[in-house]
């Protein structure tokens, strides 16, 4: 598997990105863009490292307000982002544009380099994301979980994990596994944000656990969805054997011989719209009390809590 960090840059200027690719090309692996909308589809669905984007008189207010969404996306706002300015522009106001670094075009040659380097190192030390799926880690679910109980926001948790994984990793080996946890990150993450665009949140807890925040409204739904195609891909990753059979041989906690199902997924999903929440532990104890009753009906399943709550006072 290759560590070889991938930078994605968006400009107009054919000559300005042949410039940037001839500095970059023997250090990263750099994907081009003639503009930010063309790019959103593979920032999101890939694990990019770095955006170097062309800024000028010419940008226009859209490309402007999408490097801004994605700079205040609880997901992607990790994703450090580099300016190219002509060397005449005026810088406008940084609260109105969200950039991590820039550099302006006659130093190119001699910084642009060690600049993309610093930028991606920094990122990579201040950020807790995931290192296999590049998702926010732990310390991001408490921060985006907590902020949103403070504030009041009627929001649903959803709490993920695989069955069965641990044998197929036996079996497999762990890189085999890495690959399909990669493929759930991604699939979770695409599910969601189709679902809900705006104001979802994915992270990776670790190991086979994932969590995934929307509206109440939008979340059951898009859990039967993941489900529904990761039931459908989750096969490819097996022999073909193992996938007439429907079943793998490994051993078990004890050593023991024993056949064991396709992996499937449970989720279990908490909300605050009957009951109050003050502390983030408590949304997620309901969010994995529910995932463990999604785990006792056998195969992938989701489970929602439904119960009515008494409200005290």
Not at 156 to 174: H, I, M, S, V
Not at 290 to 308: E, L, N, P, W, Y
């Amino acid at each position: 598997m290759s560590n070889t960090k991938t930078v994605v840059v968006v400009a107009k200027d054919m000559v300005l990105t042949s410039i940037i690719d001839r500095i970059l090309k023997d250090s990263y692996r750099v994907v081009d863009f003639s503009n930010i909308q063309s790019s959103l589809d593979y920032i999101y669905n890939s694990t990019s490292d770095m955006l170097i984007i062309d800024i000028g008189v010419g940008t226009d207010d859209l490309t402007i307000r999408i490097l801004n969404e994605i700079k205040g996306d609880p997901i992607f706002g990790q994703l450090p982002v580099f300016a190219i300015f002509d060397d005449n522009f005026v810088i406008p106001e940084w609260n109105c544009l969200l950039v991590d670094d820039y550099l302006r075009r006659s130093y190119l040659e001699m910084e642009l380099l060690t600049k993309v380097s610093l930028c991606i190192n920094r990122a990579e030390r201040m950020v807790d994301v995931n290192p296999l799926t590049r998702l926010p880690g732990n310390i991001a679910i408490i921060k985006q979980l907590q902020k949103r109980l403070d504030s009041g926001e009627v929001f649903a948790l959803a709490y993920a994990d695989l069955d069965y994984f641990k044998p197929f990793n036996d079996k497999f080996g762990f890189s085999r596994g890495d690959e399909v946890l990669k493929m759930l990150g991604r699939l979770i993450l695409n599910t969601v944000k189709g679902r809900q665009p705006h104001g979802s949140f994915v992270g990776h807890v670790g190991g086979d656990d994932f969590v995934f925040m929307m509206d109440l409204e939008h979340i059951e739904e898009t859990a039967v969805e993941i489900i529904d195609n990761f039931k459908r891909i989750i096969p490819i990753f097996y022999d073909a054997e193992d996938r007439a059979n429907g079943y793998i041989e490994s051993v078990d906690r004890e050593g023991n011989k024993k056949r064991f199902p396709l992996i499937s997924i449970s989720i279990g999903i908490a909300h605050n719209k009957a009951k109050i929440f003050s502390h983030y532990g408590e949304m997620a104890e309901v969010a994995s009390e529910m995932k463990t009753h999604a785990k006792c009906s056998g195969g992938s399943c989701v489970r929602i809590d439904k119960r009515q709550y008494t409200v005290a006072g």
